[in-house]
C-alpha cells in the first residue's frame, strides 16, 4: 500500500524567506503527484501537478520537484508572504481515481 | 463561479440517525470523488465515480452509500451513523480521469454522539 509522509508537521518561518516542503511516497510507481493547500474550514486548492514523466513544475513563486526513483518530492516556495499560510498537503496518484495524501505541513510566515 | 458546493456546512447526528450530505458541481466534471480527513490523519477516499450511473468504491466505503444520478450531483448517504463516522467529510470533481487537479469543496464538518 501506498504511504506518503510529510515533514515536518508545522514550520514557521519570518517573512520574505526561501522555504522548502517535503514529501515521501513509499511506491515510486505513480501516475502523478500533486501539491495542495489548505486553509483553517476551507477545501484543499490544487497548487501544482506534475506527472510521473516531468520533473518539476512552476507556477509563481512555487516550484515542486519529483523524484520518483527515490520517492520524493519537494515543494520550494520563494519569498514566503503571510498569506502563505496554510497546510500545504502532498498526494500522489497510483492508478485511476486513486489518491494517496500525506497528512501535511502547517506553515506559518511570520510578519 | 461557484464550482464544488457542498452542504450542510455543519452537522451533529445522535448515533443511528441517517442523513445525506449533499455535492454540487456546475463544471461539466464527470469525476467525482467523497473523502474524509480526520484529525492528523490524511484525507481517505470513500466512493467515487466516473459518470453518472457509475460509482465505486474507494479504501474506507464501509457505513456509507452514494448514487450520481446526474452529473452535477454526488450525494453521500450514511445509514446508520456511528462515532466512527465522526469527520470532516470533503466532495470533489474533476474533468477527465487522470493528470487533472481535483477540485474541491468547503467540506461538511459531521459529529455523531
Known amino acids: 500500500k501506498q504511504e506518503v509522509t510529510q515533514i515536518p508537521a508545522a514550520l514557521s518561518v519570518p517573512e520574505g524567506e526561501n522555504l522548502v516542503l517535503n514529501c515521501s511516497f513509499t511506491?515510486?510507481?505513480?501516475?502523478?503527484l500533486q501539491w495542495f493547500r489548505q486553509d483553517p474550514g476551507k477545501g484543499l486548492t490544487s497548487l501544482l501537478l506534475?506527472?510521473?514523466?516531468?520533473r518539476e513544475q512552476t507556477s509563481g513563486r512555487l516550484n515542486a520537484s519529483l523524484d520518483k526513483s527515490s520517492g520524493r518530492s519537494t515543494l520550494y516556495i520563494a519569498a514566503s508572504q503571510p498569506g502563505d499560510s496554510a497546510t500545504y498537503l502532498c498526494?500522489?496518484?497510483?492508478?485511476?481515481?486513486?489518491?494517496?495524501f500525506g497528512t501535511g505541513t502547517r506553515l506559518t510566515v511570520i510578519p | 463561479n461557484a464550482g464544488v458546493t457542498q452542504t450542510p456546512k455543519f452537522r451533529i447526528l445522535k448515533i443511528g440517525q441517517s442523513m445525506t450530505l449533499q455535492c454540487t458541481q456546475d463544471?461539466?466534471?464527470?469525476?467525482m470523488y467523497w473523502y474524509r480527513q480526520d484529525p492528523g490523519m490524511g484525507l481517505k477516499l470513500i466512493y467515487y465515480?466516473?459518470?453518472?450511473?457509475?460509482?465505486d468504491k474507494g479504501e474506507v466505503p464501509n457505513g456509507y452509500n452514494v448514487s450520481r444520478s446526474t452529473t452535477e450531483d454526488f450525494p453521500l448517504r450514511l445509514e446508520l451513523a456511528a462515532p466512527s463516522q465522526t469527520s470532516v467529510y470533503f466532495c470533489?470533481?474533476?474533468?477527465?480521469?487522470?493528470?487533472?487537479?481535483?477540485?474541491f469543496g468547503d467540506g461538511t464538518r459531521l459529529s455523531i454522539l
Open positions: 506534475i506527472q510521473s514523466s516531468q
Open positions: 498526494a500522489v496518484e497510483k492508478g485511476a481515481n486513486n489518491l494517496f
Open positions: 511506491d515510486s510507481a505513480i501516475y502523478n
Open positions: 470533489a470533481s474533476r474533468w477527465t480521469g487522470g493528470n487533472q487537479p481535483q477540485h
Open positions: 465515480s466516473v459518470g453518472a450511473g457509475i460509482t
Open positions: 463544471m461539466n466534471h464527470n469525476y
